[in-house]
């Protein structure tokens, strides 16, 4: 099986950063996918990493560190329209698991 | 089409009804996944497409639950005499191949049991 654990809410002020950790526990690893939802909305693609280390998708950033089983998506110069909920995800057997996500409220 | 559609937007229904939710996912995606998303939760795994086989269906909840797609395009979910806890955002999600890390979702259906 597989499961993937991350914070349930972080509130932050705008221009300030935010890191969502994701601790996970899997029987086979391919790499972390993580995704945004808005209320109401559809999850959407942020992006992954297969690969130890950074990467950098304009204002978002994620790592991943495989010897850890662990990773993190860093939100910079936060926004309000970032309030959303956040999903870490992992590819198991042939399908994608989700953590329980975490919900970050931007404040002015 | 240019995305993952999903219909209908809302369903309310009366407890002990069926219903069927429709996913037109987007062209030349073989493969198709349907999650279901309660109030303020996470993504729940409940079935997935290669084509048009569904090799396991251990994620559906109870026999109450069945999917098909045809045509290696179209797939419907459909819910037997749906319960109160059937009361749900029913995502479902298209990819170019299985096991992707990148999934385009619909916007789903929202279920209200009454």
């Known amino acids: 099986g597989q499961s993937l654990e991350q914070p349930s809410e972080v509130t932050a002020v705008e221009g300030a950063i935010v890191q969502i950790n994701c601790t996970y526990q899997?029987?086979?690893?391919?790499?972390l996918s993580w995704y945004q939802q808005h209320d109401g909305g559809a999850p959407t693609f942020l992006s992954y990493?297969?690969?130890?280390g950074l990467e950098e998708t304009g204002r978002f950033s994620s790592f991943l560190s495989r010897s850890d089983s662990y990773g993190y998506l860093l939100l910079q110069e936060l926004q309000m329209k970032d309030s959303a909920s956040y999903f870490c995800?992992?590819?198991?057997?042939?399908?994608?698991?989700f953590g329980a996500g975490t919900t970050v409220t931007v404040r002015a | 089409g240019a995305g993952v559609s999903q219909s209908p937007s809302n369903k309310v229904t009366e407890k002990g009804k069926d219903v069927e939710l429709r996913c037109d996912p987007i062209?030349?995606?073989?493969?198709l996944y349907w999650y279901r998303q309660r109030l303020g939760q996470g993504l729940e795994f409940l079935i997935y497409?290669?084509?048009?086989?569904?090799?396991?269906k251990s994620g559906l909840p109870s026999d109450r639950f069945s999917a098909e797609r045809t045509g290696e395009s179209v797939s419907t979910l459909t819910i037997q005499r749906t319960q109160q806890e059937d009361s749900a955002v029913y995502l479902c999600?298209?990819?170019?191949?299985?096991?992707?890390?990148?999934?385009?979702f619909g916007s789903g259906t929202q279920l209200s049991v009454l």
């Open positions: 999600a298209s990819s170019l191949g299985l096991a992707s890390e990148k999934l385009f």
């Open positions: 899997t029987s086979g690893f391919y790499g």
């Open positions: 990493n297969a690969l130890d």
């Open positions: 995800a992992a590819p198991n057997d042939y399908k994608l698991s």
């Open positions: 062209s030349g995606h073989t493969a």
């Open positions: 497409f290669q084509g048009n086989s569904a090799p396991d």
